[in-house]
């Protein structure tokens, strides 16, 4: 019914800066936080940044100043800019959408995963 759909990882220098996209298609009614969580090698997977229909952000501490996410609610995108990248910061990025399929049912969703290696 929802397919998310990201792009925009790769390969990048340490202190670098990426872009991720994902766009939202299929049966949307609205869709209300947009997010992004990434899950490196034997770690558990974790919540980066988050954005909501208002506008309302909120960033895990260690991406703060760093990341900035955002979205366009015409193009159910979102996207997560990201500056002063680290080693640390290598995993696969999952991005994540509530929404709303008709007025009164949803889920969430997930995307496929884009790899962001920060390597010298």
């Known amino acids: 019914q929802v397919q998310l759909v990201e792009s925009g990882g790769g390969l990048v220098q340490p202190g670098g800066s990426l872009r991720l996209s994902c766009a939202a298609s299929?049966?949307?009614?609205?869709?209300?936080?947009m997010g992004w969580y990434r899950q490196a090698p034997e770690k558990q997977r974790e919540l980066v940044a988050v954005?909501?229909?208002?506008?309302?952000?909120n960033y895990a501490e260690s991406v703060l100043g760093r990341f900035t996410i955002s979205r366009d609610n015409a193009k159910n995108t979102v996207y997560l800019q990201m500056n002063s990248l680290k080693p640390e910061d290598t995993a696969v990025y999952y991005c994540?959408?509530?929404?709303?399929?008709?007025?009164?049912?949803?889920?969430?969703?997930w995307g496929q995963g884009t790899q962001v290696t920060v390597s010298s």
């Open positions: 299929g049966t949307i009614f609205s869709i209300e936080a």
């Open positions: 954005i909501i229909s208002g506008g309302t952000t």
């Open positions: 994540n959408a509530g929404v709303l399929t008709t007025r009164f049912r949803g889920g969430k969703y």
